[in-house]
Structure formats: structure tokens, C-alpha cells
């Protein structure tokens, strides 16, 4: 354990000075909610579970109660969890940038438990379900008996998550607004996230060939400072506050 990480003062006046910061989160911030991330090799998500069966259209038409039981586990375990400190942390920054776009890859819904505001959910969320054969987010959804997915009240159809499974296209407007952020900000922030995924795994590039400063938090970087790009290892949940604490001695963090 790190109480109190050693942060670059570069990174710091960079954080003091910006007028937009860019954050785009992963699952590794929510791992310290207790929530599993995906590539992690002994508990990871995808080390247990093969996407093919679980993660796309096909799978989910294959078998759709199947998915629909293993999406409501996950949202069941996302509901019970708590945020965590990384997530309470961008919630208090919003506070102190003028501009603050919050970009998640995540659909557990714990940024905007933690107070964050106008999050932007790239990969959609586990709140919402939309029609599989409308495409479109449904507020009313007809339960059925047992563990299949509900119905669709307009026509009838399979509902599903709302959200985006291997081969399907990003949400357009999130994207977009992802990219302008990224393009507008003077700091962006990849917290928790393996960058492995695209589009998302682009952003932190965009950025930085835009003129930004760019920061990499994570478990699984080494430690080095190179302005402007700064690898800071350590857990989301004690960066983050000594980050906003670093740049605001008075921030409630
Ligand atoms: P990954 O599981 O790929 O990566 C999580 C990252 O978080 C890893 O690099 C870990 O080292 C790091 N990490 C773990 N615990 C941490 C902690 N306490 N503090 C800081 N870092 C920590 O998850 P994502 O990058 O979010 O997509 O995965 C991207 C996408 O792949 C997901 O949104 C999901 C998945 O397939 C869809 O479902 C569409």
C-alpha cells in the first residue's frame, strides 16, 4: 500500500492549470469496489468466460436467456457494490476544473453513484435496456416468467442490455463527444484501463497529438515520468486522491 504516492509535480501544476481535463476510466477503477476487471489473468472477466458465448449479438439470439442471467448477475453484483475511492475523487474534481469530461468504458453505473455528472458511457450501461430488434432504449420493459430476458411492449420483441457487445459500433454521439474531448483538453487522465479496447484505447493518442498532457494511471505501469505523457503505477483509489489533494490541499477527497 501506497498511502501517499509520490506524484510528478509536472502532473500536478499540469492538473492545477488546466482549464478541460479529459479523464476516461476502466474497469480497474472499480476493481476496488470489488467488481472484477476483464484481462486480469486469474480473475479477469474474459479469463474466465469466452466473449463469443457471453458478448455479442449472436450469442445473445443463440441464447438469449443464457446472457440475459449472466448480464443480471453482473448488474446485481454492480448495484451491491459501493464506490470506490477513484470514483469519489473524479466526482470532487468536477468541483475544481473548469471543464471536466468524464469518458467511462464501464457499465456499472458507479461514477455517477459517486457524483459524477454528464458521463459519458462509451460502452452503454447495464441501467438501460433497449429492443434488440428496434434498437431502441426501452423505459417500460414486460417481465416474463422465469430468467429470459423481458419483452419489448411495443412489438413484442427480446430486450437486452444496452450495451455494446464485441463487434457492434460505439454509441455515435458518445463517441464523438468522446473524440471532442479528447481534442479539447489541455490533461487527460487514462485511469484503470488497459487501453486495449478500440476506439477508447485511441483517445489518450488523440489527445496528446492535439497538445494535451496525458496521464496513465495504473496497476501495471512502470513509474516513470516523461512531460507529456506521465505513467504513474499504483491503485486508481490512492492516485486519484492524492492527485485532486496534491493540486487542492483544501479539496474534501
Ligand atoms: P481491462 O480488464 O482490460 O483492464 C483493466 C486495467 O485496470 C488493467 O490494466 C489493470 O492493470 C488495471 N487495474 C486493475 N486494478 C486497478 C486499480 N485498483 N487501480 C488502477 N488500475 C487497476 O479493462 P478495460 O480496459 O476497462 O468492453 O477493458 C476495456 C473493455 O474491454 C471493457 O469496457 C469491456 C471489455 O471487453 C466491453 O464489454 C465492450
Redesign the pocket.
Known sequence: MHPNPTLPPGLIDALRSARAVTVLT????S??SGLP????PTD???SRFR?QDL?TPAAFRANPALVWAWYAELKARADAAEPSA?HRALAALERHVPRLTLLT???DSLHQRAGSTGVVEL?GTLARVRCLDEDVVVEDPVPVDGDGPPCCPRCGGLLRPD????EELLPEAALRAAQSAAEACDLFLA???????EP?ASLPYRALSHGASVAI????VTERVTPPLFLLH????E?LPALVRAAWPNAEV
Open positions: 476502466g474497469a480497474g477503477i476493481a476496488e476487471t476483464f484481462r486480469d479477469g472477466i474474459w466473449p458478448a477513484g468504458q464501464n457499465i460502452h450495451i455494446v457487445w464485441f485511469v484503470g484501463t488497459s487501453l486495449v479496447v477508447a494511471l495504473n496497476l501495471d499504483g491503485r486508481a483509489g492516485l
